[in-house]
């Protein structure tokens, strides 16, 4: 048995899950963390993957899950993915093996790659953009990165624990960015692993029926993040420069999408201009007026 733990997490997944699942070795311990209450999802486990233990969080986003499993397992070594995922042969044992050699990595995570070609989203840099330079060939060992994205990845617990786990404000999207913003800063490695991969479908970790939902939800919740990021790490005036400029880049773009009646740019532009709002209005760091350090 490998000595390592597998955590999920989960919102409504659907049939895709039954892939990732299928594709598991035999581990120390798995955790589904479903944000969902899916009774659905918990017979399929209860029924076929008797191994795995299904755990109901409510809807309480990726921070603050990742932090419940971190509080949880016991394990030296977790394996974080997503639904959409499936591993290749010998993904975590690989990673293992890596972690003996690179001591200080906090992070190794696969290669990732979509539709059996390796994906320019494979790793990131702080500025949240893609690295897309070359990000088109597969990589002839393994690499150092700036950051990787939560598809799928395994972790030092200690190492993660050292820095405070994961900023539970982050529900989804730059939790894993700022993670490894916090290590880097530890002078921990993030490694990317050549032997290991994963193949992610994208986009696909939710059922079909869900997807308007679910898209309306990611852009919510992607600018409330990325603002909170900024908040948090850069400066007080870029952070202030960054919103006044957003804001009226979605202004200028709602009102001209109302003029030309396009329902579904309308209703994203206001979506992103709502994320500011509840931001600064309604949330713990907005009550605080915003008091920059």
């Given at each position: 048995m490998i000595e390592c733990s597998i955590v999920i997490p989960t919102y409504f997944p659907g049939k895709i899950i039954?892939?990732?699942?299928?594709?598991?070795?035999q581990v120390r311990e798995i955790y589904v963390f479903d944000n969902s209450n899916d009774e659905e999802l918990k017979l399929l486990i209860?029924?076929?993957?008797?191994?795995?233990k299904y755990i109901s969080t409510g809807d309480i986003g990726l921070g603050k899950t990742f932090n419940k499993a971190l509080n949880m397992i016991n394990s030296e070594l977790i394996f974080i993915t997503q639904p959409d995922v499936k591993l290749y042969k010998n993904c975590i044992e690989n990673l293992i093996t890596a972690?003996?050699?690179y001591k200080d990595a906090a992070i190794l995570a696969p290669l990732m790659f979509e539709n059996d070609k390796y994906s320019i989203y494979d790793n990131y840099r702080f500025n949240l953009d893609k690295?897309?330079?070359?990000?088109n060939k597969v990589p002839s060992g393994d690499f150092c990165v700036e950051a990787i994205n939560s598809t799928a990845f395994m972790l030092d617990k200690r190492m993660i624990l050292e820095i405070g786990g994961w900023d539970d404000y982050f529900y989804t999207y730059l939790e894993d960015i700022d993670l490894c913003y916090r290590l880097k800063k530890?002078?921990?490695?993030?490694?990317?692993i050549k032997e290991s991969k994963v193949n992610h479908v994208g986009f696909k970790s939710h059922k079909p029926s869900i997807h308007n939902y679910i898209d309306k939800k990611r852009i919510f919740n992607f600018n409330k993040s990325s603002l909170y990021y900024n908040y948090k790490h850069k400066s007080k005036s870029f952070f202030y420069y960054y919103t006044i400029k957003n804001v009226l880049k979605f202004c200028s773009k709602l009102l001209?999408?109302?003029?030309?009646?396009?329902?579904?740019?309308?209703l994203q532009n206001f979506i992103?201009?709502?994320s500011y709002y509840y931001f600064f209005l309604y949330d713990e760091y907005g009550k605080k007026n915003i008091q920059m350090k």
């Open positions: 039954e892939k990732l699942l299928g594709s598991l070795p209860e029924n076929k993957f008797t191994n795995i972690k003996k050699k690295n897309k330079k070359g990000m530890k002078k921990y490695g993030i490694l990317k001209m999408n109302i003029i030309l009646f396009r329902k579904k740019k309308i992103k201009l709502k």
